[in-house]
């Protein structure tokens, strides 16, 4: 959220705000919903809901989020295609990819067209192939992950809104683990 905060910060500078005004107004910001929200699910499950949206530098934030929250738990990445990147697309899904790779989860499951890319450049990065699941759908995406999810796992859901990951959000919601 820096990248939205300086140039906010700048703005109110510009417009004759003191700094004490202008750290009051940052401090009493509130992120969206579906945006970096960390819930409590059933059996210590931990849910990071970023599925509002998604781009390369939104990505990585919440892959470092993650990286910070994860300690010892098992860390499942649910990443969905980042839409409307143009001539960028294959480099930011492979750039994902690669970053994904270093966070070595215990398991990567990608929704969509695009997303396929982040699995493949996180396995040629050295994830090992076993981890990675790939669903065209939403129903069938959420259906695997509560499969294989283990209590005290650390999920992040992510993906633009196009991909309406808020559906796996939900489902994790109403999940009960067995």
């Known amino acids: 959220m820096v990248q939205n905060a300086l ?11 003191e700094p004490e005004e202008i750290a009051i107004g940052l401090a009493s910001a509130t992120l969206s919903e579906q945006r970096l929200s960390i819930r409590q ?8 809901d970023d599925s509002y949206n998604s781009n390369p530098y939104s990505a ?23 839409l409307e990147l143009g001539e960028t697309s294959e480099a930011a899904h492979r750039r994902v990819g690669e970053l994904v790779a270093q966070l070595n989860p215990d398991f990567l499951i990608t929704r969509g067209h695009l997303s396929q890319a982040i699995g493949f450049y996180a396995i040629a990065s050295g994830l090992s192939s076993s981890r990675v699941k790939h669903f065209a759908g939403n129903s069938e995406t959420l259906d695997s992950l509560k499969e294989l999810l ?9 993906g633009s809104r196009g991909m309406e990951m808020e559906y796996i959000v939900r489902g994790l919601e109403g999940f009960t683990y067995e």
Do not use: C, H, N
């Not at 140039?7 to 705000?17: F, R, S, V």
């Not at 990585?60 to 969905?80: I, N, P, T």
């Open 60 to 82: 990585q934030a919440a892959l470092e989020l993650v990286a910070s929250m994860r300690m010892s738990r098992s860390l499942y990445l649910v990443m969905g295609d980042m």
């Open 41 to 48: 699910l059933t059996a210590g499950i931990t849910l990071v």
């Open 150 to 158: 283990v209590p005290g796992a650390l999920v992040l859901v992510k």
């Open 7 to 17: 140039p906010a910060a700048l703005t109110g500078y510009l417009l004759g705000l």
